[in-house]
């Protein structure tokens, strides 16, 4: 049976469990969702979680509050401009008409969280919970791309890799911030060899913020395909206010099927959402088989 790593998002750091409590107990519970979505038993699916979280946080300072965009700020100097910008490909993605303030010239004086705050009303999503998300998805996003040959970075690039090589894993599961670990980890891997990469909300596509900061450099505003990839699947919830802009196959013209689904329109971004998703269970089905079963009837 083909076994499955599982790279996490944003948000999964937890101080008080070690890494291998956390690979345990996630591994479970991706297994689970995933279960859901293909209608067997967990046991049936054979995955792996990589925890790379750790990496990002190790020795840097302590959130005061889930929203705390000043102290954002401070850590991050260019935070507001790539917030900026990931509000125009949000804007232009979804149609969201905001207000001139937020995305005429000199947006960046507009307070991060009157920005935030006007997206979650165009949305209808809680503001509260939006704001908290936004500030956890840029605050992890910046410290992994603090630059090329940072520490967390190529230290979580490792471990996703490590994890992949030691596992013998021929399908990669990657959501969110997790699919960029995936998606340099196995560009610096070209050894590794993968039957299948499933990228789940993924902000690969997002200028500024990501796109331009990827390892290895995008070549002619494009992205290129990791060596070892056989096929590449990405998944976006029509809801998803990270997986922007769409679609996701103009920046990266190597993904194989480029899908956008409504997959829980009042609970966006959320991965056990994806994972138990009809489109996900659809995508891994054949892999459940045997690989030779697999590789067999791509042969013929």
């Known amino acids: 049976m083909t076994a499955f790593v599982a790279v996490h998002g944003v948000g999964h750091y937890r101080s008080a469990l070690s890494p291998a409590e956390i690979v ?12 859901a979505g293909l209608g067997t038993a967990a046991e049936q699916v054979p995955v792996t979680y990589a925890y790379y979280a750790h990496h990002l ?18 850590e991050h100097p260019h935070l507001a401009e790539d917030i900026t ?35 979650s009303e165009r949305l209808s999503l809680d503001g509260r919970l939006t704001r908290a998300f936004i500030a956890t998805f840029f605050r992890d996003v910046a410290r ?10 190529v230290a979580a690039r490792e471990e996703v890799a490590g994890v992949i090589s030691s596992t013998g894993a021929r399908v990669v599961l990657a959501h969110s911030l997790g699919s960029v670990v995936a998606y340099e ?32 450099a995008p070549l002619a505003d494009t992205g290129e395909r990791p ?45 056990a959402s994806y994972l138990r998703s009809s489109v996900v269970a659809a995508t891994l089905a054949p892999y459940l088989v045997k690989d030779t079963d697999v590789r067999g009837s791509d042969a013929n």
Do not use: C
Not at 96 to 104: D, E, I
């Open 57 to 74: 946080h190790l020795g840097r300072p302590v959130a005061q509050g889930a929203e705390d965009f000043e102290q954002l700020e401070r």
């Open 227 to 271: 060596t070892g990839v056989r096929r590449w699947v990405n998944l976006s919830d029509h809801g998803d206010i990270v997986a922007v802009p769409r679609p996701f196959k103009r920046r990266f013209p190597g993904v194989d099927l480029d899908l956008t689904d409504s997959i829980a329109p009042f609970d966006f971004h959320r991965v």
């Open 24 to 35: 345990t107990a996630r591994s479970a519970v991706w297994a689970k969702d995933l279960a």
């Open 144 to 153: 992994y791309l603090g630059g090329p040959d940072d520490a967390a970075r």
């Open 85 to 119: 910008h990931w509000a125009e490909s949000l804007d232009e993605s979804l149609g969201m008409r905001l207000p001139p303030a937020a995305t005429a010239q000199g947006r960046l004086t507009v307070p991060l969280r009157q920005l935030v705050s006007a997206i």
């Open 185 to 216: 980890a196995l560009h610096a891997h070209p050894e590794l060899e993968v039957d299948l990469f499933l990228t789940l909300g993924s902000p690969l596509a997002l200028r500024h913020g990501v796109f331009d900061r990827l390892s290895p």
